[in-house]
């Protein structure tokens, strides 16, 4: 079991930038993939971006596509979202979550998430 714990949410202007990152607990960490993931006001939950478990692969939704990265530091036991260029279209509650899952790059199969982090963008 991993316990996570995201952080770095606020209030940005359009075109600001903001780096989220996600503390996980337990020495198993390197053996789980890692994804982001959002809910809009009043929509469901949507897939980010996801790392894989030694960090040499990553994968994005469209949607933030060379504006968001997505980075880990299996030392520490931390996930990051750089998001840069950002719009009022990604405000949302942002989770970190964690899976074993070979489908993580899709989104699917995660186990274990974060309580999430608020991030408003104003136009």
């Known amino acids: 079991q991993v316990l996570l714990g995201e952080s770095g949410g606020g209030l940005v202007q359009a075109g600001g930038s903001l780096r989220l990152s996600c503390a996980a607990s337990g020495q198993t960490f390197i053996s789980y993939h890692m994804g982001w993931f959002r809910q809009p006001p009043g929509k469901e939950r949507e897939f980010v971006a996801a790392i894989s478990w030694s960090g040499g692969r990553t994968y994005y939704a469209d949607s933030v596509k060379g504006r968001f990265t997505i980075s880990r530091d299996n030392v520490k036991n931390m996930v990051y979202l750089q998001m840069d260029s950002l719009k009022s279209e990604d405000t949302a509650v942002y989770y970190c979550?964690?899976?074993?899952?070979?489908?993580?790059?899709?989104?699917?199969?995660?186990?274990?998430w974060g309580r999430g982090t608020t991030v408003t963008v104003s136009s």
């Open positions: 979550a964690a899976t074993k899952s070979d489908t993580f790059s899709l989104g699917r199969g995660y186990a274990f």
